[in-house]
């Protein structure tokens, strides 16, 4: 890999590292020089294929990514990126800023979306707002290439919605929020039933059993996964060896 780069770190040794993904040296500069007088660890590539190749071996905090890129452009990258359980906050830059195009990026997995040219100090003011966002607050939630929406109380897998409960909906948006880590039966009894006594903590093997059917059968990768000596895992691609399925 060829990226500028430039890491900066805060005082006792912790960084928050960006990956910068567009095609015009001079705005690369001016975000390098910025976002590194602002303590942040940069890297920079200058087309979509060199960006996926970065996103697919360094987990970034944040994403700046330019729609008009080189080799793949970046609504490829983003579309790739949600679908590999890439969830980091993408801020889009792009000089097609349109009605249309914003909301276009913003459905494709775009968190957030700025025209060029920009004003470097709302540009870093984005960046910080979206660092700091939970992910229990964010309005889409993504794991590979399950979704969901929490504003529409919707979810679907490859693109196909899936026809939840309500209670199978709160159990899937709980693993979810704690993806890649596992959570045990009286975790989802408290959460997911706001219950506290452990009679119930049987029921959740019911309602894994229905999530599975609903989100793994018919997929190669199962995403559900057993936590040995837990309870269950909602696993990140990345995880598999490291759990039981069954």
Known sequence: MHAESCICRFPGGWTLRILIIDNDAAVGRVLLNGLKSEHFSIDIVRDGEEGLLYLSEVNYDLVILDLNL?????????????????????????ERATVPDRVLALETGADDIMAKPFAFNELVARVRTLLRRPPELKDV?????????????????????????????????????????PVSRTMVVQNVWN????????????????????????????????????????????????TQSC
């Open 70 to 94: 080189p080799k793949i452009d970046g609504l490829t990258v983003l579309k790739r990126a949600r679908a590999r359980r890439r969830q980091m906050p993408m801020l889009v830059l792009s």
């Open 141 to 181: 939630l993504r794991v590979a290439d399950l979704e969901i929406d929490r504003t529409r109380h919707l979810a679907k897998r490859a693109g196909k919605p899936l026809q939840l409960t309500q209670r199978e909906y709160a159990l899937l948006e709980y693993m979810m929020r704690n993806a890649g880590r």
């Open 195 to 242: 219950a506290g006594f452990e009679g119930l903590t049987n029921i959740v093997d019911v309602y894994i059993n229905y999530l599975r059917a609903k989100v793994d059968v018919g997929f190669e990768q199962k995403l559900i996964q057993t936590a040995r000596g837990v309870g269950y895992v909602l696993v990140e691609p990345e995880q598999d060896t490291m």
